[in-house]
């Protein structure tokens, strides 16, 4: 079938269903926006806080060290953009992130890339469950220890069914619920948390590729090398390379 294209490389179904289903120019030319607006390191910080806390101007500028002028014309850049969103009350107003999907997506993507691209915001959040556990219901309290219990055993397959019988909730609710609570998939969680574990003791040990694999849940080596090299753009061994603190 011909695609059309000056050259024919043998992919002619491949780039017709490209074809079919890419997004018009106009949907890039929104998406490049969005992050021209967040290539402003500050404007990042900015962005990033606000995914977190509600807060004013004056508060913001002394969390940040940002001069109150420079940090109004940042609000006003990210609230055109439907980034962020703001309140009055009486003389005081207030910025947070705007509650929707695709700030949500946003926000959880510059974590993704704060984490692959540095080392030391791994080792923090692999320590931390971010979690306030002052505001849980109890039953968010059982998901809570479902997630320390599969920290602590990162090193084992353990399965929905297991963790069903063990924490005394059915699969259905306990999955649901932990998505709820942590943003993502039990499988994707340990995945991440796995693989985070992996980046830091490769860092901070000595041990070989296989037993970091071991350590972590992989009983492939290879299956565990593609898996962190997907996660960090690294090999194993490049990564330590890279990011070697203890030697």
Known sequence: ????????????????????????????????????????????????????????????????????????HHLKLLKASRLIVSRRDGKEVYYTAADTEEVRMLHHAVEQVMMISCPERQRELCS????????????????????????????????????????????TTLKSQF??????SIAAHVKQHRLKKAAELLTESDMAVAEIARAVGYASQGKFSAAFLEYTGYSPLDYRKRHCTHR
């Not at 079919?20 to 500050?42: E, G, H, Q």
């Not at 469950?129 to 219901?137: G, H, M, R, Y």
């Not at 998505?179 to 993502?184: A, V």
């Open 179 to 184: 998505k709820k609570l942590y943003g993502t």
């Open 1 to 72: 079938m011909s695609t059309g294209l000056p050259h024919d490389h043998g992919a002619g179904q491949l780039i017709e269903h490209l074809s079919d289903t890419m997004p018009s120019a106009d949907s890039f030319r929104i998406v490049a926006d969005i992050f021209r607006m967040l290539d402003d390191p500050s404007r990042l910080q900015i962005f990033w806080t606000l995914c977190h806390v509600e807060e004013c101007v004056i508060n913001l500028a002394s969390l940040l060290g940002i001069s109150s002028p420079a940090l109004s």
């Open 128 to 171: 931390s469950t971010e979690i306030d556990t002052a505001v849980l219901s109890p039953q968010e309290k059982t998901i809570q220890a479902v997630h320390e219990y599969l920290l602590a055993h990162l090193d084992e397959r353990i399965t929905i069914e297991d963790l069903s019988r063990m924490f005394l909730m059915n699969a």
